[in-house]
């Protein structure tokens, strides 16, 4: 197992990011948040779980290690793979789900794109006793904070879009936050492109 990737980012994409490690491309695919926190050029370090099938290995990255190990253990659900067990981190991030099946709240799981209400149902059943306890005054949005981007509205649209909304809902709930981006900038100056998201997350939840 790969546990974790630490190289120079060479590029980035809109689920994905590439570190050259030694001279050697690594592609990770990675969650909104997660790239958020990667500046192209710059030394960084993801927490990495691979993912193999009979016709691809997967690197899957995250911001620590608690993100990985939630991952990977909300994969032992039955009907939960990879794609959908990124969703969750995304969406929610560990403290989110822990939070969520301890509370038994099937409303907040079925927010996950891919998930409906007898997938967070076994989830509940089947993670209850494994994910721990939840952690006081924890948050539990994933999203990690601080990626600064005048071209906001795309990298938003897009990221919701990966996460599996339509691009409808994508353009409705980035509307949404237009009033959320006017605060950041007369705050700050700037926008805050993670933060952007959470809200733009948070729109399409009440939906």
Not at 27 to 36: D, H, M, R, S
Not at 66 to 82: C, I, K, M, N, Y
Request: negative net charge.
């Amino acid at each position: 197992m790969i546990a974790f990737v630490r190289g120079t980012v060479a590029s980035t994409a809109l689920d994905s990011a590439v570190l050259d490690v030694g001279g050697i491309g690594m592609l990770v695919q990675c969650t909104p948040g997660t790239l958020a926190g990667l500046r192209h050029g710059e030394q960084a370090q993801v927490a990495t779980s691979m993912v193999v099938r009979e016709d691809s290995m997967t690197l899957y990255g995250f911001g620590d290690d608690d993100e990985r190990d939630t991952f990977e253990l909300a994969q032992t659900a039955s009907g939960v793979g990879p794609k959908v067990a990124q969703a969750i981190i995304a969406v929610l991030g560990p403290e989110g789900l822990r939070r969520a099946v301890a509370e038994e709240d099937l409303a907040t799981l079925t927010k996950v794109p891919g998930i409906g209400r007898k997938g967070a149902q076994r989830i509940v059943l089947e993670l209850k006793d494994r994910l721990g306890a939840v952690r006081s005054g924890a948050a539990p949005a994933a999203v990690a904070p601080g990626s600064v981007d005048p071209d906001w509205r795309p990298q938003v649209h897009a990221a919701l879009v990966g996460l599996g909304w339509s691009t409808r809902e994508a353009d409705n709930a980035v509307a949404a936050v237009v009033a959320v981006a006017v605060e950041q900038v007369e705050s700050t100056g700037t926008f805050d492109v993670s933060a952007l998201l959470r809200a733009a997350l948070r729109t399409l939840s009440k939906s």
